[in-house]
């Protein structure tokens, strides 16, 4: 008989050992997949940052143009590689007298206000739209004929009479969605 106890101590003891091990078994499951979440949550928002990013700088680029078209919008394209590239599109919104702080007596100003709309992708997923506006600061009265595109002078030296000043942020705004 006291083979009997010893054996079926071992038979208990086989089960609970086996017990156990399924439950880390299932431990083990639960926490890999929680892993792999995470892990695409991380890739995600990193690939979303870097699409902000490129819209961004869309938005630079399209701010250091040399010349606005008034008549028609412009648009331009970036890719650092196939995957990763950026869109953008400027075009004027309307015309305005210059906004309290801006006024010069000297020579009449009008203010001219653009908008630029940048697409940001980065990845399969990743696409973020960034909407910027800026203004133009130009000589001339706010009612009068515009013509089909307006110089930025960026150096006073060498201006044209009828150029503008450089870019004025106005607003920035994000689309999320």
Request: proline residues 7%.
């Amino acid at each position: 008989m006291p083979g009997r106890n010893e054996s079926s101590e071992r038979g208990v003891v086989l089960a609970v050992v086996l017990m156990v091990l399924a439950a880390l078994s299932l431990l083990a499951v639960a926490g890999k997949g929680d892993v792999a979440l995470q892990w695409l949550q991380v890739r995600n928002a990193r690939e979303y940052a870097e699409a902000v990013r490129l819209a961004e700088t869309g938005v630079g680029m399209a701010l250091s143009a040399e010349r606005f078209r008034l008549d028609a919008p412009q648009s331009g394209r970036y890719c650092r590689i196939a995957s990763r590239c950026v869109e953008w599109t400027v075009r004027h919104v309307e015309t305005t007298k210059p906004p309290a702080g801006f006024e010069e007596t000297d020579a009449p100003k009008r203010a001219l206000h653009f908008e630029v709309g940048a697409l940001g992708t980065a990845g399969p997923r990743a696409r973020a739209p960034v909407v910027v506006g800026f203004m133009l600061m130009a000589r001339g009265e706010p009612d009068a004929e515009l013509p089909e595109e307006i110089e930025v002078c960026r150096k006073e030296d060498d201006c044209p009479e009828d150029s503008a000043e450089p870019p004025v942020r106005r607003y920035r705004r994000e689309d999320i969605g």
